[in-house]
């Protein structure tokens, strides 16, 4: 490493909001800095090191051996400076400060847009930001403070808040004007003959299709006519209620249809029942003060 500086911490900062955007766009974008301005920083960042951290191209920037080692060992640090400072900022009273999620756009309909709002009411100094992802990733890795699945097995290092309804089912439906042309399903491999809306994870696995009734569950993997990607998840519903075939999703995501008429429901019998949303966040030793008011503030809503 050079002696003629010593990398500052908004240096370090903007590195890993790079590898974490994978790239200076996105990263200023996120930054709220020009392209420019981030790459002048990277290039001093690197000067003062006297090592490459990234490996740029014009189509990809991708960390160095020695930048992943760099980012992997860096988070957790800043992640507790970010903490601490919270906590310094909000010494008093008020909490503030920013709070960021990754979260999968299932909650996104109904679940967690009104507990946001009302947290925001309540806690004027807060900032949340929400990225919207379907994997299960480190939070830390992410740049983000909490996360939000659905049935994951957590470290040992890792806390889990259930957030949202305690327990969720599965649908399964179709528009009436395709039942009445395709005739409708009496046991679950009927759907094996039908055409079929799929959705499939961002990680390339196919959501199966889960049935369950009287202790018998059956996991069956029909056709997927159409397959749309879980951030579409809206356009596949749209597909079924066109007459594009059944479709399997949240119950809560496709009520308002059956309400309307748009979808009828389909072997409600084997409707599966499946615990509900879990608020997920590493145990350290600084929690940050916006996390730590929304974990409160989750767990009074739940006993409201």
């Known amino acids: 490493m050079s002696n003629n500086s010593a990398a500052s911490l908004d240096e370090l900062s903007v590195f890993l909001a790079i590898v974490r955007a994978g790239g200076f ?19 001093r960042l690197e000067a003062s090191m006297g090592v490459r951290l990234l490996s740029r191209t014009t189509r990809s920037v ?8 760099l980012a992997a060992r860096l988070e957790p640090i800043l992640a507790e400076a970010r903490a601490a400072v919270d ?42 930001e ?61 759907v094996l003959q039908h055409e079929c ?28 006519r159409l397959i749309v990607g879980t951030s579409g998840g809206s356009a596949a519903i749209k597909s079924a209620i066109n007459g594009f075939g059944l479709i399997q999703g949240f119950r809560n995501l496709l009520e308002p249809h059956f309400a309307t008429g748009a979808l009828e429901p389909v072997l409600q019998d084997w409707w599966p029942e499946f615990e509900g949303p879990q608020l997920y966040f590493y145990n350290r030793r600084f929690m940050p003060a916006p996390l ?5 503030f989750v767990t009074e809503a739940r006993r409201g």
Do not use: K
């Open 197 to 224: 809306v799929r959705l499939r994870f961002s990680s390339g696995a196919m959501i199966p299709w889960e049935f369950a009734r009287d202790g018998e569950e059956l996991v069956v993997e029909p056709e997927g």
């Open 25 to 43: 766009r996105d990263a200023a974008r996120q930054l709220g800095v020009s392209p420019s301005t981030v790459s002048e920083t990277l290039s």
């Open 62 to 69: 991708t960390p160095t051996e020695a930048g992943r080692d």
């Open 87 to 128: 906590a310094a900022m909000s010494s008093g009273n008020a909490v503030r400060g920013m709070l960021r999620l990754n979260v999968p756009g299932a909650v996104m309909v109904d679940i967690l847009p009104p507990l946001v709002e009302a947290f925001l009411r309540r806690h004027p100094d807060v900032s949340v």
């Open 292 to 296: 730590r008011a929304f974990v409160d």
């Open 130 to 190: 929400i990225m919207v992802d379907d994997r299960f990733v480190d939070t830390v890795a992410a740049g983000c403070d909490a996360g939000i699945r659905y049935g994951e097995r957590l470290a040992q290092d890792m806390i889990a808040v259930p957030i949202g309804p305690a327990m969720q089912q599965a649908a399964t439906a179709a528009s009436p004007a395709y039942l009445d042309a395709h005739g409708r399903p009496e046991h679950p491999r009927d």
